[in-house]
């Protein structure tokens, strides 16, 4: 060993990150208001060590209570898609400030854009307050320790396959599991989130800010989601039927026959109903009235089926009932039909949508081993929804007094419409009583019989809604 040699190794610099106080990361920095803000990409797998802990069960002071079921669904919906997710920035403010070192200021008019070195204190968790994205947050975690908790479960169980001298196809396939969900894990060490990060920020001015979000956030009406919708079935199989359907395709006396940007179709226009009450009735074909779409049923779900079923549906519904032969060859258009039918209680339909689930589907569910669900049509329950159809149609019509629309006095006594009220009440227990009692009726072939819904009805008790 030479002179320099012993010199170079002795002069060996080892250097122990673990007795910083603070971690370095790359950083955006600019000025807003007075107060320095940093823009991080930060790996998700980082969030739970930088960000605070969002406990659903532990709500704070600066921020609202987080919905458990909310998180989750922000956190399975990374899981389900590896390769088109996306959640917009992470907001966070502290009382205090950041070290940063300026490697590369740019100038930008009046402003300044810097990039550098942020140095962000190990008591950040503690430091730091979420201004916006609590549910991101508390999912994003939530996934990740869900899979750490499955691969540890993974290798108990590939050790006791060992242990037991289990077949080797057996040992392989709980290795090849292993490696699955570890290579879930690890895309939270690859994918980034923009994290946001406001400075010089007290509490009066974090709640103040907190509040603002919420009041100017303009968030999407279900028409809208339909209408951008692409990934969930019931949302593209009613733009297809809405497409495509006699009763709602093109145009009704100049006017669209479906409303694709508002909820509901203005009473005074001559379209007929909205995109989103066409997505509610292909669910409730789809699922029933306390059904959920979920994307393992959308996974196993015959599409073509539930296109079928709906589009049965609604030929039943023309073939059926007056006004809508009326709708279709425009004798009559949606303002004269909203002033005359309670068929144009989108909450009737989506009743009715139900009632058809139950009778001629036969109320199918997904099998808990293939995850399969089996929608067929049983003509002989159809038949019996197309004579339910006719016997409802001549209770339908509107009376009127004092210039107001109101039901028949029949629907009153069923205590599912409010006193002077034209249309059901919507509420969720209110539809499934609904439909219990349009079963009913479909299956004593006679209307008002019972006049009520029993106590306690439901239509959906092996779904467990």
Known sequence: MTNNETENETNTTIVLDGYRKERPVGAQGITRSGRSVYIVALPLSLIRYVLPEVDPDKPIDRNRKVSKDRAQKAGQYYLDNPDSWIFPPLLVDME?????????????????????????????????????????????????????????????????????????????????????????????????????????????????????????????????????????????????????????????????????????????????????????????????????????????????????????????????????????????????????????????????????????????????????TDIQINTNGLDKFQKLLRLLTPEMDYVYKNNTRRVKPGWYETTLFRSGAAAPQSGFQDRKKMVSLLVNWADSGRIFNPTKPAVGSTTDKKKGA
């Not at 196809?169 to 895309?187: G, H, M, S, V």
Request: with cysteine; hydrophobic share 40%; proline share 3%.
């Open 96 to 372: 205090g400030t950041l070290d940063f070192t300026s490697v590369t200021p740019i100038q930008t008019g009046e402003g300044l854009i810097e990039f550098g070195k942020l140095e962000i204190p190990f008591s950040s968790r503690t430091d730091f307050y979420i201004l916006d994205g609590q549910h991101r947050v508390c999912g994003i975690n939530m996934a990740l320790t869900g899979l750490e908790g499955k691969l540890k479960s993974e290798q108990i169980e590939l050790k006791k396959l060992i242990a037991n001298n289990a077949a080797s196809l057996e040992i392989q396939a709980q290795e090849q599991a292993i490696e699955k969900t570890r290579e879930r894990i690890a895309r939270f060490g690859v994918d980034t989130i923009t994290v946001e990060i406001c400075t010089d920020v007290n509490q009066t001015m974090h709640q103040n800010w907190f509040v603002t979000i919420a009041d100017t956030a303009k968030g999407i009406n279900a028409s809208e989601r339909v209408r951008l919708d692409e990934i969930n079935m019931t949302s593209t199989l009613a733009k297809e039927i809405a497409e495509k359907h006699p009763l709602f395709k093109g145009q009704i006396k100049g006017e669209d026959r479906i409303e694709m940007r508002k909820n509901l179709a203005v009473r005074s226009r001559a379209t007929i109903y909205s995109i989103a009450n066409v997505r509610d009735w292909v669910r409730n074909i789809a699922f029933g009235v306390g059904g959920k779409e979920t994307a393992l049923q959308q996974k196993y779900m015959n599409r073509d089926d539930v296109y079928n079923a709906a589009y049965t549906f609604f030929d039943a519904l023309v073939s059926e009932i007056p006004d809508f032969k009326k709708l279709v060859t425009e004798s009559m258009e949606g303002r004269e039909f909203r002033d005359n039918s309670l068929y144009s209680s989108p909450t009737m339909i989506r009743a009715l949508s139900s009632v058809f689930y139950e009778i001629v589907l036969g109320a199918p569910v997904m099998d808990p081993k293939t995850f399969k």
